[in-house]
Nanobody
């Protein structure tokens, strides 16, 4: 069972990146997927979550209107499209799977997520 976040990189403020969260060893489609980030010296924070079927999505206030989460269950992959990036978005981004819904994400119980992937670094320069 493995989750892997990818797609990070260095981008200028105002730019865009698309992160991917790919699963192997299990069917991603029955899990909600949360995106989290952790900047140096800061606590981990929830960024977004998408339900297993994609019908429900959640966003942190700091990214609403700029980030969009989506999924392609046929490809066992979840995406986080990040637009209008700001320097304060700089962090390591992680994806995590939770069965059966985003409830742990919504309640702030990230430690209850079932599986965590390795992170991908996003750096936004000013």
């Amino acid at each position: 069972v493995q989750l892997q976040a990818s797609g990070g990189g260095l981008v200028q403020a105002g730019g865009s990146l698309r992160l991917s969260c790919a699963a192997s060893g299990f069917t991603l489609g029955v899990y909600a997927i949360g995106w989290f980030r952790q900047a140096p010296g800061k606590e981990r924070e929830g960024v977004s979550c998408i339900s297993s079927g994609g019908g429900s999505t959640y966003y942190a206030d700091s990214v609403k209107g700029r980030f969009t989460v989506s999924r392609d269950n046929a490809k066992n992959t979840v995406y986080l499209q990040m637009n209008s990036l700001k320097p304060e978005d700089t962090a390591v981004y992680y994806c995590a799977a939770d069965f059966p819904s985003c409830s742990d994400y919504v309640r702030g119980n990230a430690q209850m997520m079932d599986y965590w992937g390795k992170g991908t670094q996003v750096t936004v320069s000013s």
